[in-house]
């Protein structure tokens, strides 16, 4: 079975190496994907010796960000199944972000140090545009849940997305406010996620972990 997982490229061993925030980025790499669906799709597959195709998570993720639509315009604001189920979906797209960063360098690397391998450079980019999409959207209907502790009130899921856009792009406009601990909470965390995409998910993808593409599926 630890074969199996080896092959999945997204379980790394927790190794001290004089780095405790090596260390602990290993652990939240290993919980994010032990919580991720996807992660047991693609275990079941592969011990059942079946064929994984890239465009599986393709399929995944789109279909999580149709559910966010539905969720917003159609699931109501006050659904608490609706905001685990958001919980869920942005905790999967913080995991896809960290096996980038901690996962695939560890289990790819030539003479010139980690890497990132992909099937397709422009499909990836892609796909990192739609994992943004994902997190806004989860912020909107978190933004939707806690509609009254803004001001004004949030009460229309174009209103939900609309700040959590500008939040994620730390635009800031100020014309829709957290007025409560648990708002504001989540406009930082919004903030922090922008900082692990962007700040450091493709900078380092792109320059210093380089992105390499293998069609060795």
């Not at 789109?62 to 539905?70: E, G, I, N, P, W």
């Not at 979906?89 to 391998?117: F, M, N, Q």
């Not at 648990?182 to 903030?191: D, F, G, M, N, R």
């Amino acid at each position: 079975m630890r074969s199996i997982f080896d092959q999945m490229k997204c379980f790394v061993p927790l190794k001290w190496e004089d780095s405790l925030v090596l260390i602990v980025a290993r652990f939240m790499n290993n919980v994010l994907s032990a919580v991720s669906l996807l992660t047991w799709i693609e275990f079941i597959f592969r011990y059942r010796k079946k064929s994984w195709h890239p465009w599986f998570v393709e399929l995944w993720v789109f279909s999580l960000v149709a559910l966010l639509f539905v969720s917003l315009f159609f699931g109501g604001p006050g659904n608490i199944l609706i905001w685990w189920g958001a919980m869920y979906i942005l905790t999967d797209a913080i995991g896809a972000a960290v096996r980038d960063i901690v996962a695939s360098p560890i289990h790819h690397r030539d003479d010139e140090g980690g890497y990132i391998k992909v099937y397709d450079k422009t499909r990836w980019l892609l796909m990192a545009v739609v994992n943004v999409v994902q997190v806004v959207l989860c912020f909107a209907v978190f933004a939707l849940h806690y509609g009254t502790q803004f001001n004004p009130h949030i009460l229309e899921p174009s209103s939900a997305i609309y700040f959590s856009a500008v939040t994620f792009l730390t635009l800031g406009y100020g014309d829709i406010l957290p007025c409560c601990p648990q708002t504001k909470a989540l406009v930082s965390l919004e903030l922090l996620i922008f900082l692990l995409f962007l700040v450091v998910k493709l900078p380092i993808a792109l320059s210093v972990m380089r992105v390499k593409e293998e069609r060795s599926y």
